[in-house]
């Protein structure tokens, strides 16, 4: 289990059963796809750390994982933050570091 807490809201990651990947925000649980599960997953455990797209996309896909093109990843960032932020376009959790990669809010 990972626990998160900014200013106002609380963010809280557990897998209890590997057939559901659950994520707690304010109390509110919102289930994530495997994937979805495991990039949120990647980024808590490295809070306030910038993570590459390259390192993001191996970690996730794999090492046949064409980091050329991370349209994949931005794709399902875009449905992580629409299931968790409270405004996907101003998001608090998971910040972008354009040209560089992600960070989660510490």
């Known amino acids: 289990e990972i626990r998160l807490s900014l200013v106002g809201s609380e963010m809280c990651i557990r897998d209890r059963d590997l057939?559901?990947?659950i994520v707690n925000v304010n109390n509110e649980t919102i289930r994530l796809t495997q994937v979805e599960y495991r990039i949120v997953e990647l980024l808590?455990?490295?809070?306030?750390?910038?993570l590459t797209y390259?390192?993001?996309m191996s970690n996730i896909w794999g090492p046949?994982?064409?980091?050329?093109?991370?349209?994949?990843?931005?794709?399902?960032m875009s449905h992580i933050?629409?299931?968790?932020?409270?405004?996907?376009?101003?998001p608090r959790y998971i910040l972008?570091?354009?040209?560089?990669g992600y960070r989660m809010a510490e």
């Open 96 to 100: 972008t570091e354009i040209g560089v």
């Open 64 to 76: 046949y994982a064409d980091s050329e093109n991370n349209r994949i990843l931005r794709v399902n």
């Open 54 to 56: 390259d390192y993001i």
């Open 81 to 90: 933050r629409k299931k968790l932020e409270p405004d996907s376009m101003k």
């Open 19 to 21: 057939n559901k990947r």
């Open 44 to 50: 808590a455990r490295n809070p306030g750390k910038v």
